[in-house]
């Protein structure tokens, strides 16, 4: 807008204002709620004008009935998505997105067709480049659809049981006595202690960061788990505890950063990498301390369902982990077996 109209940019953004000529000569100026949008009526300024313009950006912004965008919508507004950690619903958020754009005005009686899994599914194949993302893709896609099935807005959900394009391998992915020793020796005081816990405890980055040093009691530590609800108590172990005990509390919170605040995910995984870089550690993650607790408390002949009780995990889950996804404790208890059937040849040629 211009002369006598030109406040009314900085009140109210995006007005299109278009000058025409009356079948009489005189100027008339008409305005719309935005370029192509619907036509004001009222002078600028007015309360009418006002309204006006309030209405259509409302309605603009409001998702359409019926369709996919109403769907993500409810489930944004649902406790089940208020209640995930921020740091999952800051994943979700871009993935959401993506699927708002592909399938925001999709009806709702469409998710009911037989074929709609196959036009999913060539959307995750889209993105087949990027293992990763594609399953992320999929995995938000899936939950949204098994909302709206819970709630009664569609009758079956078609991303169940859709597999995964990422297959992530870590079976050698073990934290060495070396490489552990490397860590420590570059690490501060709290990244120490991180590195510690989880060694010792075998819980994942998220509790760890979120632990209180109420939890401990200096014989244990008592959690509850924030993706499964699992409640853990921990014998803390000497290292551990001698660790624990010497810490200076700066805040609630064990583990802080070096100005004594509690680490964000964020935060916590940069000075991590850092440190991994310092220390010349290459293709190791913080979550790979998970599994290699597992597979440091077998090699002290731990029983599975002692190792479940210490870690958390499921007794199937620690059975999958000792007997296919990490094959470190493996290589170990090979070297030993050899050199236990060495001794005895030896023993058996000396009697002979």
């Not at 008409?30 to 006002?50: C, D, I, N, V």
């Not at 440091?296 to 996804?325: F, M, Y």
């Amino acid at each position: 807008m211009s002369g006598k109209h030109g406040a009314m940019r900085v009140h109210l953004k995006g007005v299109h204002s278009v000058k025409m000529r009356l079948a009489d000569g005189r100027p008339a100026f008409y305005h719309y709620a935005w370029r192509g949008g619907p036509r004001l009526p009222g002078e600028p300024g007015s309360a009418e004008f006002l309204k006006a313009f309030n209405d259509a950006h409302a309605a603009r912004k409001r998702p359409p009935q019926g369709c996919f965008f109403t769907l993500i919508s409810e489930f944004k507004s649902s406790a089940e998505y208020l209640s995930l950690a921020p740091s999952t619903r800051r994943a979700y958020v871009t993935y959401l997105r993506e699927i708002e754009v592909e399938f925001g005005d999709m009806p709702l009686a469409a998710l009911e067709s037989p074929r709609v899994r196959g036009e999913f599914k060539r959307w995750r194949d889209g993105m087949a480049a990027t293992p990763r993302k594609a399953d992320y893709a999929w995995t938000t896609l899936a939950r949204v659809l098994s909302f709206g099935k819970d709630r009664g807005r569609i009758s079956s959900n078609p991303c169940e049981r859709g597999g995964r394009l990422y297959a992530a391998n870590r079976a050698d992915k073990i934290w060495a006595e070396a490489d552990i020793a490397r860590l420590l020796a570059a690490a501060t005081p709290q990244m120490a202690l991180a590195l510690m816990l989880a060694l010792w405890t075998g819980q994942r980055q998220g509790d760890l960061l979120a632990l209180p040093w109420s939890a401990y009691d200096g014989s244990h530590i008592r959690l509850r788990q924030s993706k499964t609800g699992q409640a853990v108590v921990v014998p803390v172990g000497r290292p551990l505890k001698a660790l624990l005990d010497a810490s200076k509390k700066s805040g609630p919170m064990m583990l802080t950063n070096t100005r004594g605040l509690p680490w964000t995910s964020d935060g916590f995984r940069t000075s991590w990498r850092k440190l991994c870089e310092k220390a010349k550690i290459e293709g190791l993650t913080f979550h790979d301390l998970r599994g290699s607790a597992v597979t440091r408390l077998s090699l002290a002949k731990a029983s599975p369902q002692e190792i479940a009780g210490v870690t958390g995990h499921s007794l199937a889950d620690v059975h999958v982990i000792l007997n296919r996804h990490y094959l470190g404790e493996r290589a170990t208890l090979a070297d030993a077996a050899i050199r236990r059937l060495e001794r005895k040849e030896k023993r058996t040629k000396t009697v002979k």
